[in-house]
C-alpha cells in the first residue's frame, strides 16, 4: 500500500506457498484445505457464508506478547493502547483486554465498546483531531485515563468539558513534529501540512497554558506519525527526538511531564515488503526516550490484528473478455475498502487443496459493486476457479471490516472468531430486514 517498497529479490508476487509460510496461523491441509489455527474455512464458509471475516484469537495473543516482550527487551516497557480503529469487534478487544491491553479510541462509541470489553477506563486514551463537548464530557464522567488534545481549542473544549462533569482530565498535547513516514499520501499524519497536532515550536506555550487550565491536568505529551510504516523507524527515531528535545524544554520551564505516548504506526508485510520489527521499534524508543523516566505507552492497530485476520469470499463467475479473464467474487469494495483506497495489495489464496496447488494464471479479482474501482488486485496469479470456489484474503484483520460500508446496499458481511479448534459468530451477518428498516418517508410523501 506505501509506494511500491524496494523488493528485496525479484518482483514477481510470491506465491501461496511462500504466503503461508510467513504466516503461522494458516495451513494448507490436504483434505481440509486452509486452516486459520485448526479451524477449516470451508466449515465456517459452509456454516456461515461469504463474504466472512474470520479472525484467530491466538494471533492477536501472540503478536500482543511479541509487542509487549520487544519493548520489555528494549528497557522500555510500555502500556500498550490497541487503536480500536482498526478492529473494533468486541470479541477481539475481550481477546486483547484478557491480555493487558488498554485501548486508544477515536469516539464515544469506541469508548463505549473498549468499555464493554472490559478495559478499565483508566487503561483508555481519547485520541483524534475533533472530539465534540458530548464526547469529552462523556469520556471525562468515565475516567478516561488520558486525553490526547490536539488544539488550543480543544484544550479549551476539554477544560469546559471537565467543568460540566465536575471532573479534571488528565491531557496530553499531541504535536506534529513535522517528520516524512514515507507511507501512504492518504495515512501519513506527521507532517506539518497534514490536520494532527501542534507544531513542536509551538508546544511549550500551549503546555504552560494547558497546565495553567482548569480543569485540565497536563500530564505529558503525544505523537503518531502514520501508519503503515515499512521504511525502517528512522522517522519513529527522528519524531521521539523531537519529543525528547520537548520534554527537557518543557522540565526546564518547571513543567511536570510524566508520560510519552509514542503512537503507533508500525507496518506488516502484505506482500514481501520489509517491514520494520517491534524490536527495531522498541530500540528507536530506547534509544531517544528511554532516559527520561517518564510512563511509556504506545498505540498500535495493525501491527497486532492485521494478520491475525482473513476475508472469506466465494467465487460467483468468471468471465472472459477482450483477453483478460476476471474472477468476480461475493465480497467487494464496501467489504475490504483498502485496494480501492490505498492501491493496497492482500494476497488472495484458494482455500480448496486442490485449487491451492493448481498452475495459476493471470486474472483480475473484482466485486460486484458497480465501480471500476471495485477492483481487488489486477493481473494477479490464480488456478481457475468455479463458481462456489472459496478464497481467502490474508492480512485482513486491521482496517477491514471496521471499514466496511453498505454501499450497494449490500449488507455488513458476518465476523468470526477462531480460538484454536473452536470457532463462534461474533457479529452475525447484517440482515437485509436490517439493512432495509429505518428508512421511512416524509408523511407528505407518505399520504
Ligand atoms: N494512533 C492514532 C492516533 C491513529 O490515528 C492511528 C491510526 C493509530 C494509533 C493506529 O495506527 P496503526 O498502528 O494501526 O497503523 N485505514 C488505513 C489506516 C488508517 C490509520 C489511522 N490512524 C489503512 O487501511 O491502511
Given at each position: 500500500m506505501a509506494a511500491p517498497a524496494p523488493l528485496l529479490h525479484d518482483d514477481a508476487d510470491p506465491s501461496f506457498a511462500e504466503l503461508l509460510a510467513q504466516r503461522p496461523q494458516l495451513t494448507m491441509h490436504a483434505q481440509d484445505g486452509l486452516l486459520l489455527e485448526e479451524v477449516p474455512l470451508s466449515r465456517i464458509a459452509a456454516e456461515v457464508g461469504t463474504p466472512a471475516w474470520v479472525y484467530s484469537a491466538g494471533t492477536l495473543r501472540r503478536r500482543f506478547h511479541a509487542l509487549r516482550g520487544a519493548l520489555e527487551d528494549a528497557r522500555v516497557p510500555s502500556e500498550i493502547h490497541f487503536a480500536v480503529k482498526a478492529n473494533p469487534s468486541l470479541a477481539v478487544l475481550r481477546v486483547l483486554a484478557a491480555e493487558g491491553a488498554g485501548a486508544d479510541i477515536v469516539s464515544e462509541g469506541e469508548l463505549r465498546l473498549a468499555l464493554a470489553a472490559g478495559i478499565a477506563p483508566a487503561h483508555i486514551v481519547f485520541s483524534g483531531v475533533g472530539k465534540t463537548m458530548a464526547e469529552l464530557r462523556f469520556a471525562i464522567s468515565q475516567g478516561v485515563g488520558q486525553i490526547n488534545a490536539e488544539s488550543a481549542e480543544e484544550i479549551g473544549m476539554v477544560s469546559a468539558a471537565a467543568a460540566q462533569v465536575g471532573r479534571t482530565a488528565d491531557v496530553a498535547l499531541r504535536v506534529n513534529p513535522d517528520v516524512d513516514a514515507r507511507t501512504h499520501a492518504k495515512i501519513t499524519t506527521g507532517k506539518s501540512e497534514n490536520k494532527f497536532g501542534i507544531a513542536i515550536a509551538d508546544a511549550p506555550a500551549l503546555y504552560a497554558k494547558a497546565a495553567a487550565t482548569p480543569g485540565v491536568n497536563a500530564v505529558g505529551v503525544a505523537v503518531h506519525i502514520g501508519s503503515q510504516i515499512t521504511a525502517g523507524v528512522s522517522a519513529y527515531a527522528a519524531a521521539y527526538r523531537a519529543l525528547a528535545d520537548l520534554v527537557r524544554s518543557l522540565r526546564d520551564q518547571g513543567l511536570a511531564v510524566e508520560r510519552v505516548d509514542c503512537g503507533g504506526g508500525l507496518g506488516i508485510p502484505y506482500r514481501n515488503e520489509p517491514a520494520p520489527t517491534p524490536a527495531a521499534l522498541a530500540g528507536a524508543i530506547a534509544g531517544t526516550l528511554g532516559n527520561l523516566g517518564v510512563q511509556l505507552m504506545v498505540e498500535p492497530g495493525r501491527w497486532i490484528c492485521g494478520p491475525a485476520g482473513v476475508l472469506l469470499a466465494a467465487v460467483i463467475l468468471q468471465k472472459h473478455t477482450a483477453g483478460r479473464r476476471f474472477v468476480v467474487l461475493d465480497a467487494a469494495m464496501n467489504d475490504l475498502v483498502r485496494p480501492a483506497m490505498y492501491e493496497a495489495w492482500h494476497g488472495i489464496v484458494p482455500v480448496s487443496p486442490r485449487e491451492f496447488v493448481s498452475s495459476v494464471s493471470p486474472c483480475d479479482i473484482v466485486g460486484p459493486v458497480c465501480e471500476t474501482g471495485d477492483t481487488f488486485a489486477r493481473n494477479r496469479g490464480l488456478p481457475m476457479l468455479e463458481p462456489g470456489s472459496l478464497v481467502a484474503f490474508l492480512d485482513?484483520?486491521?482496517?477491514g471490516a471496521s471499514m466496511s460500508s453498505t454501499y450497494n446496499a449490500r449488507p455488513l458481511a458476518a465476523e468470526i472468531l477462531v480460538d484454536g479448534a473452536r470457532f463462534a459468530v461474533v457479529r452475525p451477518r447484517q440482515s437485509l430486514d436490517a439493512l432495509l428498516a429505518g428508512q421511512r418517508l416524509p408523511d407528505w410523501m407518505a399520504a
Open positions: 485482513a484483520g486491521a482496517y
